[in-house]
DNA sequence: ATTGTTTTCCAAAACGTTTTGGAAATTAAA
DNA sequence: TTTAATTTCCAAAACGTTTTGGAAAACAAT
């Protein structure tokens, strides 16, 4: 079925149901209400091709996601699956194309985005991983595409995003842990110059900051995602062999699985003898007994806010965004100390 | 820079231009690699939507993913990445589109089907999660679509397929254990009406059959994939409270997590007290001290022979398929017995 | 030199839409 | 009732390709 059928079906010209199908007003409310109808019977969609072709553009969303960066810096394998869970209702319901690309290095990503611009002749895309100074921005801001920033710069910020409210998780934790009488809580991050643990740091030195707690530098340490037996190792000599800390943060599911192996190893009982408590964790939050306490953002919001913020009618303000809240879920990692 | 601009460059007609770019016969060498010259130079590429409307086909390749299903059947996330990651240089290098659709219930998932064959024309088909019977693949071979299953069905199969050699790799692990001489290996399977599940119990059952083992009913467990304390449970109940049995086999990386902690409560020092090895498992794998040993498969293969399977010249054999290898990463948690 | 073949090229039609610029029909205003 | 304004419709052009059905040019055979 074809738009050209479809119109003898309706006796009415090509152009009227185009435009009926299109919401103009310069189509009778019964003969919109007609055209739909017959659509809906003859189960007529426009194609898409002849669609984007004839009309100059484009309603399609470009998203390419950095394969090499997986489990490295920002996205893990779990948050991307529900990001794009949340995306994925609204693109179907809004009626928007969808073109993902999988890029395995540098250079393919690069060569993705200018393929979805110039090609693919996208006009909307997320962006993922976002750099300072990103030149995707000026790429994007040049061809006036409009785009959201999936995670955020530090700074100023000239664009709309969606990001995990990481500060404010840490300045839960600290909190929760405070309120349970921790004095001494070491936070395990990754490299701050992923702008998470960035943020994540900042939550977490606020806190002390706030409450007058001194920061000691052998409480926060810095791991990587490539060894995580060193990232055990780590843990242990510097964190588990400090009797003065009793509460331990993981930045990350892997740091957290690191902890619970160097606990193990040190004998020490996770939620007895110290308290610990992860960001995310889907797997490693049961492993111990009792199961992990943990913090979770939901990640289905951020999709769909995406696409929300890249929809919205109204011309997108350079300083719409949106911040998941963090929750906590008590499952008994942390301990509650005497005074 | 479009082909009427780009012929105008080199003197020739559109037709002409055209017909080089696509390697037809009857542009002659000289020619065509001029126009291939010219258009590097002014970095055309076809329109896509002009292209697939003008010759009524496509080039894409469709995909639907089902959210919904998501770590609680045969698709995990990382596997879902690694076959990502191998199919896209061949998308890539093949200049193949690809659509790719997220489905969170099985309503969408029909849906999307449905919009990839009737509106976006693809005429390329990874599907994922197989069914006996399923309906996809008579719609498909009605359609005349070419397809290509990630997994296959049990009994006589009459499509082409990429799949894991998951009987192998039973095998290859019992293979392995009862070198080290465990003769009493209990086995933590999620149900068997998936797929990959039966066909590792095969593996399992068959390996004791031709080394004449008795098969023991308190050896083989199922656990579901909802309640993972609850495996970590049945593990301590059914497998850890059996004295006989030396090591432990673990079908997904969440049971391995309910075996770890199952061990640890009851103080049962893995590698040491009692063996454990697990299919996959990246984040739980060196928990354990020492760390866990794995059998692994290389999943990015699988993707790139998907789309070899797609893209071979010759009509595509309904019995084209291949078997990714399994391969033990040996690491510590499985002991020798003394004889 | 003529004829037949093969190679190399091209004009025009087609794909299925959207959009433009107006025409016809209806309603409102005078 | 006539004119003006508004509403509702439509024919034709355009989008950027591929494909069809030859035509022209080059080459080969006689």
Redesign the interface.
């Known amino acids: 079925m074809n738009i050209k059928k479809l119109a003898e079906k309706l006796q009415l010209s090509i152009t009227t149901v185009s435009r009926g199908l299109g919401g103009y007003s310069d189509v009778s409310e019964a003969t919109r209400k007609k055209i739909i109808k017959f659509a809906k019977k003859y189960?007529y969609?426009p194609?898409?091709?002849?669609s984007?072709?004839a009309s100059r553009k484009t309603n399609t969303l470009g998203f390419v996601i950095p394969?090499y960066g997986?489990n490295s810096n920002t996205l893990n394998?779990?948050s991307?699956?529900e990001f794009?869970?949340g995306?994925?209702?609204k693109i179907?319901s809004e009626n928007i194309q969808?073109?993902?690309?999988?890029?395995?290095t540098i250079d393919?990503e690069k060569?993705a985005y200018d393929n979805l611009i110039?090609?693919?002749?996208v006009n909307k895309v997320i962006l993922h991983n976002l750099k300072k100074n990103d030149p995707r921005i000026k790429f994007l801001q040049k061809n006036k595409i409009n785009f959201v920033g999936w995670g955020r710069t530090q700074g100023r910020i000239n664009y709309p995003w969606v990001d995990l409210d990481n500060e404010t998780s840490t300045n839960l934790i600290m909190q929760y842990l405070y309120d349970r009488n921790h004095r001494n809580i070491a936070f395990i991050n990754v490299d701050d110059k992923y702008n998470f643990a960035y943020q994540r740091k900042q939550g977490y030195l606020k806190f002390l900051k706030k409450n007058k707690i001194k920061f000691k530098k052998e409480n926060y340490i810095s791991v990587s995602y490539e060894d995580?037996?060193q990232v055990?190792l780590v843990i242990e000599k510097k964190i588990l062999n400090n009797s003065k800390i009793t509460a331990i943060i993981c930045s990350t599911?892997?740091s957290a699985?690191?902890a619970?192996?160097a606990c193990?190893?040190a004998n020490k009982k996770i939620g007895i003898d110290i308290s610990l408590i992860t960001f995310d964790g889907n797997?490693?939050n049961?492993?111990?007994?009792p199961?992990l306490t943990a913090i979770t953002h939901d990640r289905k919001i951020l999709g769909s806010k995406a696409i929300e913020i890249l929809t919205s009618e109204t011309k997108i303000k350079n300083n719409s965004h949106y911040l998941a809240k963090p929750e906590i879920i008590e499952r008994g990692s942390v301990l509650t100390l005497k005074k």
């Open positions: 189960n969609s194609n898409p091709n002849a984007n072709l394969l997986l394998q779990a991307f699956f794009i869970s995306m994925s209702n179907n969808f073109i993902m690309k999988f890029a395995n393919e060569k110039k090609v693919e002749k995580p037996d055990a599911e892997y699985a690191g619970i192996k193990n190893k797997i490693v049961f492993i111990t007994s199961s």
